[in-house]
């Protein structure tokens, strides 16, 4: 499962410390217990989009495993039975409390097999299966339906077994409108036309087991687009129209397949590989077994595809059919065994695809996120079984952490034998559950390693190393001694490390030579020959360890490693630093990379580093850079010049707006960028491009960021209106945002604008739901927080609940930060006027003293 599209993979909290991952009450969870093994599923349904219904039957094929059975319990929410079938004959039932009990007619003993059937109905489900249709605000939204049940939401549209540690085959048979295509697992048995009911039935069958949150049905009037990896049929499904956005999204699958085959060493399992999109999607995809569930958000034009490529969503889903489909975790706290894999093998295809730098650039955006979560949100352990709702945990720890584990082993160990364990632990446990310790064992198998340390420190302890790293050179012994400092507090849950690292020493003409350690101490010195003094020293030169680092380097250092390291990883670092040098030879450097470095994350960075440097010679280098490329780079410029307030920025912002940028993204981002230059020809511009169609409407929702930007009152109705139900979703996420911030600078509008936003809470759509609770912190009202609790108490979503808490509890901090600054005011003003007094006392008694007068005791 993929995080929302255009969420940077995560929310990361907004808060400026760290809080505890859970409450001290939230208990432990353990894996479920079971009493049957349900080796096969048949669900039998038929859709009403009238009604929004659905009438079915759910047969489950069980086998006793301990002890003898009475009574067995299906999970279920919200479902109505009709009659409950043991091998044919009506048996008693009740449902209440989430669980349906049959009551068995005689005692089932143990390896006793029997067929379960269960007739239900559901109306308008609240989670598990969705609806989509046409409405007063959306009257062109297709007619759809479409279900998500990780991570136990598939009890909301069947009764099951609805945990992860029990693998079934499956089969669906569904009956839907005939101009309606359904798809679902595995093969497609038969199709059974009835022209005259106006109906079809589509029946598809999942051989290989899997777990029941991987059941998929995706309905409407979708068109197929058919390809092949040699005999495997790869199938794109999308609404008429989308044919070439499809082929564009969805394009590099039977490479990616035939590239995850040879790295991982087994073969696709499944009958075929599907990818649906589908509309108002709550994820950006979920990997159901052989029929992935895209967002439609993913699919775009040519214009779009200069920036964006929907390859790393669709590289991460299709991963998910080995790490989490054929091997899957046992219960959720070991859930990084689905996710942070995922996300490793995503990173994978971008090294197959596109290169070692962009490689390292992927790993660095995810070492980003972790570490914005771990500083400013919560620390956990991978490895956690501590939680309110599985969703919870499936956060940056999960992904990006669990992601840059895997790469920090790979580096250990080696490709090959890293590749070579992989594929004893897919292949030892194809069609199973797993845990953390099973992966362990199969690199240890496969190895002849201890990894009893690597695991204890990166999986079930938290944090990372803070290193702090110094270089000297010995003339008469010619020795560079390095340095290397652990600084993280170390405690019971946070450990002293164990790493290996490289070192690079640098001579003036680039050359290098190149050094292992091991780190093992809080602190740590290694030493080596050198004939001469390095021109840089580089620490963990490729950038492949999870960490912090501190490394002072002087300016002629930083600027050798910016023009001749191999890596571009390494070059960006430099050009970051940098930054923070200023001076006449680090513009010309950073110009000189923001120009001609072959790589845009290095022109990119350069970029950030002269708009901190924030010169006029800085922001000429910038203007000298309007035209760099690729588009991401020249992104980078936008948001660099942002940070002058000088009309020459300005005007280099307006000359590309005017100029109308190849790039949807760069256009927006020179709409946000001027706005935060405070030109006053701001305001006139983003009004300007709200009537801008773009991908995503990123131009529209970057104009109304500009509009929050610039504080100015007249932004406030347009927010308000394009906040309406019925306006583009973007759009009003976007706006529902600026009201938040606008609202927090005009307190005489703060008010209805509190009114307008917490009569949201229950907008039909979800991902306004999700955008309302920042909006809120940023208004900053404690007035907002009954309808944080509301919407924390009604929603069934585990991310939304938890965003709630938080905004909630950040407005309380907030509130209480605000009342402990008044009262601290209010002692000082207490203690400037007993000051006064005392003065004027004082002043009284010298005075007196100076005429020799007699002064009182009070005096």
Known sequence: MAAELGDAHAFCSRYGGRRAFQPAYVEPKWSRDRAVQVSHIQLRLALDFKTQSLAATATHTIEVLAEELSWIEFDQVDLSFSEVRIDGSAVPFESRDGKLRVILARPLAVGARAEIAI????????????????????????????????????????????????????????????????????????????????????????????????????????????????????????????????????????????????????????????????????????????????????????????????????????????????????????????????????????????????????????????????????????????????????????????????????????????????????????????????????????????????????VYKEGHPELEVSSHYDDKTKLVTITVKQNQRVTEKTPLFRLRATVALMDGEGGEIRHQIEIAASEQSFSFLCPAAPKAVRFDPAADLLKTLHHKRGREALELILSKAPEAIGRAEAATELGNEGGPAAIAALRHALLNDPFWGVRAAAAAALARIRTPEALAALRDGVAVTPPKARRAVMRALGAFRAPEAADALLQLLHDKDDSYFVEAEAVLALAKTRDPRAFDIARQALERDSYLDVIRAHALSAMAELRDPRAIEIAKERSAYGRPVRERLAAIGALGQLGRAHEGRREEILELLTGLVDDRAFSVQMRLPGALEDLGDPRALPALYRLAERTLDGRLRRRAEESAAGLRDSRAAAEETQRLRDELDRLRTEGRKLLERLEKVESLSKKGEPTTPSE
């Open 119 to 458: 007739d239900y109905c559901t109306t308008r489900p609240r989670r598990g299966l969705y609806f989509v249709a046409p409405d007063e605000g959306y009257p062109d939204k297709p007619r759809e339906a479409w279900t998500q049940g990780e991570d136990e939401d598939s009890r909301f549209w069947f009764p099951c077994y609805d945990y992860p540690n029990n693998k079934a085959s499956s089969e669906v048979i569904v009956t839907v409108p005939r101009d309606f295509f359904a798809l679902s697992n595995g093969a497609l048995v038969e199709i059974t036309d009835d022209p005259t009911a106006g109906l079809k039935t589509y029946h598809w069958r999942q051989e290989l087991p899997h777990s029941a949150y991987l059941i998929m049905l995706a309905v409407g009037e979708f068109v197929e687009i058919a390809e092949r990896h040699g005999q495997l049929p790869v199938l794109y499904y999308v609404h008429p129209g989308r044919e070439a956005d499809a082929r564009g999204a969805f394009g590099n699958t039977p490479r990616m397949i035939d590239f995850f085959e040879r790295r991982i060493g087994v073969p696709y399992p499944y009958a075929k590989y599907a990818q649906v999109a589908v509309s108002d999607f709550i994820f950006g995809g979920m990997e159901n077994i052989s029929a992935t569930t895209q967002t439609a958000d993913t699919l775009h034009d040519a214009r779009a595809h200069l920036d964006f490529s929907s390859d790393p969503l669709v590289a991460h889903e299709l991963a998910h059919q080995w790490w989490g489909d054929l091997v899957t975790c046992r219960d959720w706290a070991h859930a990084w065994l689905n996710e942070g894999f995922a996300t490793y093998f995503e990173a994978l295809w971008c090294e197959e695809d596109l290169g070692p730098d962009e490689f390292a650039w992927n790993l660095k955006q995810d070492r980003e996120s972790y570490l914005a979560e771990d500083s400013n949100h919560y620390r956990r352990p991978i490895v956690c079984n501590r939680y309110q709702a599985p969703i919870e945990l499936f956060d940056r720890h999960l992904y990006e952490k669990g992601s840059l584990v895997l790469h920090m082993l790979r580096r250990l160990l080696g490709d090959r034998l890293f590749f070579k364990a992989l594929q004893l632990y897919a292949v030892r446990h194809r069609a199973q559950n797993v845990i953390t310790q099973d992966l362990q064992k199969a690199f240890e198998d496969a190895t002849g390693r201890n990894l009893d340390y690597f695991f204890d420190q990166w």
